[in-house]
């Protein structure tokens, strides 16, 4: 990844970066995320709400002996080795995002397109063209070990000042993304 879009954190006002997730051009699910970033003071974070999210680095590989099982073909620690060669970006640079990371934003995506069109509920919106999130991969420059450690002894301030904590286990390879769509919208009830 870039590290050139990455600019220093305050330390002192516990900063972190966050991302809003651009609108789709064609509309289409499978379309390269443009996001940006935005920066979080958590000593000032009132008022500034942000998404955090809970997702497993490495990709979900199927077990062909034990349908329905999947393993974690890396362990959590051990950033993901296979990126989309899809065209996403961050401030206007190519990056490259793991594959559970790149389903879950295009879901936050498409959700928001569909909730911002569609007002047909009188609930609140879970995604919005407004929201922000946090995820670990994208927010903190992987590359800066200084920086790295500094932003992962805050996780424990940083989930704790998000306003929201979502959790993305993945899309399962066996075509079980609208079952997977139907228990996270059920949390939303």
Known sequence: ??????????NTSQEIRVIKILPANSGRFDEGLACIFEYVSLVNVLGTGFTALSYTWGDVVHDENHPGDEQIARGFSDPPRAFLPEPNTVDGVPVSIGKN???????FRSEAAVRTTQRTSPQKPRFTPETRIWADALCINQEDLTERNQQVSMMHQIYKHASRILIWPSIPYYGGQKELAAIIDSFWK
């Open 1 to 10: 990844m870039a590290s050139t879009i990455y600019r220093p954190l305050n």
């Open 101 to 107: 990371l790149l389903d879950a934003l295009r879901y």
